[in-house]
């Protein structure tokens, strides 16, 4: 393992923040030191001390968060193995069409080389403007299993 890692995270209705924690605690029971960051609430203002990055956020009205992109703009996350996850209610029925219309863009437009990257179940509109919570723990923990995999493999 290269150093720490950082699952730095933006979330608005909750099921980003539950995916975070939910690959975080599957990160360290494979041996990974993981400190956690709500980039809503703390800046983070030197990557150096960390050899891996993974970074979650979440689609509003067909839009990654902003707090997100921003991060994912960092030059600092060059030559830092990078994954990226993020929730979304269009992943509930379709997770590689969100993938694909969230992840890839950002992937290519930024020029990043993540490890792994994809797209989980988040929440939906239901009735009367509530959200109706279709994460799924376990999709996050089996992606979380691979990435510690991937993390733990020589550079």
């Known amino acids: 393992m290269d150093g720490k890692t950082l699952l730095a ?3 608005a209705g909750g099921a980003t923040e539950s995916y975070a924690q939910i690959v975080a605690d599957t990160l360290r029971s494979r041996g990974h030191v993981v400190d956690v960051v709500d980039l809503k609430r703390h800046k983070i203002r030197d990557l150096s001390s960390y050899g891996s990055v993974v970074v979650g956020t979440g689609v509003r009205i067909g839009m990654v968060y902003r707090k997100g992109k921003q991060f994912l703009r960092r030059k600092e996350l060059e030559g830092k193995r990078l994954a990226i996850f993020l929730s979304s209610g ?3 029925e379709n997770a590689e069409k969100s993938r694909a219309k969230f992840l890839v863009p950002l992937v290519e437009k ?3 080389d993540p490890v792994v990257y994809d797209a989980f179940p988040g929440k939906m509109p239901g009735f009367g403007g509530k959200l109706k ?3 799924d723990p376990e999709i996050a923990r089996v992606w979380a299993g691979e990435l510690a995999s ?4 020589p550079a």
């Open 9 to 11: 995270y933006v979330s």
């Open 133 to 135: 919570d279709m994460t």
């Open 90 to 92: 269009m992943a509930v």
């Open 110 to 112: 930024y020029g990043l």
């Open 150 to 153: 991937k993390l733990s493999e």
